[in-house]
């Protein structure tokens, strides 16, 4: 019952160990796809190693294997793929499209994230500098599956962006994209969060004349105080004895109508439900911590 008109994927970035959000996205992403029988890759996001825990790689790739989780195929790691980046940023930049920006964060402390395009015509070295692509005035949207439609104006909302760092490391908005159709991916399911970051992809895949995936933005899990839950809240890392209640209590933040028998249930009977049951419909835009603690 292969589809290869699915092609999901998880994608971690290992500067932290996984906690309750990230398990409700690689649930979310790994049922959707097996539910019609596609694949689900799995993808190292390690583009930053200032920034990356030491272990969270095994880490990660260990809880989810105890979790139950199967991917399809070898890790990627973006860590090797270096060149691809490099091959595209290059080209860009020889097109004219990006050009070096050696802003400093002070200067551009007034702006609120808002690049005001003060490199834009200045013609610096990209050598030692961040790499900026240039944005249209333009709106880009799409229809996301749970969230419905998103809309953004790179222009006036993001400005320029850096596609590559001061210090080399490729920015995630472009690796994402380059390898999402490298991989073949044709549905990404991944935390509300990036839901901002989608008009900026959306962008980067038209101009490398890539096909747009379908996009589905799990509910992110709230504090309940309404904040993220993240890798700094006390959001303990999964434990691999809580596998069951856990899985059962992401089951139940995506929506799905989970009855207590299932407690007593094996791992793969769980997630085999889970596959079976799979209703993305019933899946809510926002969540919060306190629901996810009381269900
Ligand atoms: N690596 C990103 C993260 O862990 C997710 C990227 C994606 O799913 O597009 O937040
Ligand atoms: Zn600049």
């Known amino acids: ?74 890790v990627v790691y973006q860590s090797l793929r270096h060149e691809a980046y490099a091959e595209v940023v290059n080209r860009w930049l020889s097109q004219g499209l990006a050009y070096a920006c050696t802003c400093s964060r002070k200067q551009l402390e007034d702006f609120h994230g808002i690049y005001p395009g003060l490199c834009r015509n200045v013609g610096h070295d990209p050598e030692h500098a961040a790499v ?39 920015a995630y908005q472009l690796a994402v994209v380059i390898d999402d159709a490298w991989q073949g991916v044709t549905d990404i399911v991944r935390g509300a969060d990036l839901l901002d970051s989608t008009p900026r992809q959306l962008y980067l895949q038209e101009l490398l004349g890539l096909p747009q995936p379908r996009y589905l933005h799990v509910p992110l899990i709230t504090q309940p105080d309404g904040n993220k839950l993240g890798k700094s809240y006390r959001s303990p890392p999964l434990s691999s004895d809580q596998a069951i209640p856990l899985l059962l209590r992401a089951l139940r933040a995506l929506g799905q109508p989970v009855s207590d028998e299932l407690e007593y249930a094996s791992l793969r009977e769980l997630l085999d439900w889970g596959i079976r049951h799979w209703d993305a419909a019933l899946i809510p835009r926002t969540h919060s911590l306190e629901e996810a603690l009381l269900s």
Request: hydrophobic share 40%; glycine share 10%; proline share 5%.
């Open 1 to 74: 019952m292969k589809s290869p008109s699915y092609i999901g994927r998880f994608a971690p970035t290992p500067s932290g160990y996984l906690h309750f959000g990230s398990l409700v996205a690689a649930l979310a992403s790994y049922i959707d796809a097996r539910a019609v029988g596609g694949q689900w890759l799995m993808r190292m996001e390690d583009l930053d190693p200032p920034r990356e825990v030491a272990g969270a790689q095994l880490a990660i790739l260990q809880t989810l294997e105890r979790y139950g989780f199967e991917w399809d195929g070898e």
């Open 132 to 170: 900026r692509i240039r944005v249209p005035e333009l709106e880009y949207r799409f229809k996301d599956r749970v969230q419905g439609e998103f809309t953004q104006h790179l222009g006036r909302d993001v400005g320029d962006f850096v596609i590559r760092r001061r210090d080399g490391l490729y």
